[in-house]
């Protein structure tokens, strides 16, 4: 039974960018060979939750059985909760996003760190997007609203972008081409942001009207050494940025145990 790669809104054809990102890891850093002959693998986002490990569990060698394993690399964890035992048993983790996932699930201090998304610097040099070259880019959360004219007032040469994007590679790659082209990225979806740190575009964390799993955030970020606090403007952003200094802790981050557990063999 071949392993099954699974991802939110994997079956429609508008998907989430941040998810969508698998089809980019398909496509540029992995051959077909894969380390596993069977389970239901996740490669990115705020996965590691008891619906997907019930759902991988019914999808062991006999349907239903419950025995099917659920596969994270670099994944973490929706909320600071700690999985259940049973649970624990039917997953299996090649690296988490964060420290705090880390913790929570009481894996080894060991256990390589680093959401996936920071990998793509490694198999993908991206373009120049002129829509976006120079500006402040602000992306909302798919579940939240976009940025408002009273949002956008004092942040000249601004572009809003939804990262409702088509399920293909290719959608994916102008998304990131128009990230890393970026002055600025206000960041409500946390995906944005990640990809704004690893191409070296500043950010921001933006709350504009809510944030989807505060927890994630600030995981993805103990897994890089910086804490950053949500803005409500372009301004305090900026001034948020200047504070924190992710770049500094990204400068320093060490992604090659992530790369070593990676599911498939790599394009390098």
Known sequence: MAVRVKFWR???AIGNFGDALALVYRDLMFTPECRFSHGTLYLVGSVIEP???KAARRTGFVTDDE???????????QQAKPLPDELLLNCFFLGVRGALTRDLLGLPKSTPLGDTALLLPRFYQPRLDPATAGKVVWV??????????????GCPDSVVLSPATENTTEACLRFIDAIASAKFVMANAMHPAIIALAYGTPFAFWG??????????RDFSSGVG???????????GVALYDEARPDLAWG???LDGLLKVAPFRLKL
């Open 10 to 12: 994997q079956e429609q």
């Open 51 to 53: 619906g997907r490990i």
């Open 67 to 77: 025995a099917g394993q659920a596969i994270f690399w670099g994944c973490g964890l």
């Open 140 to 153: 909302n959360h798919l579940n939240y609203a976009p940025p408002t004219e009273q949002d956008l007032e």
């Open 208 to 217: 504009g009207s809510g944030i989807n799993y505060p927890f994630k955030w």
């Open 226 to 236: 910086f804490d950053l606090r949500f803005a409500a403007s372009y301004a305090e």
């Open 252 to 254: 320093k981050t060490e």
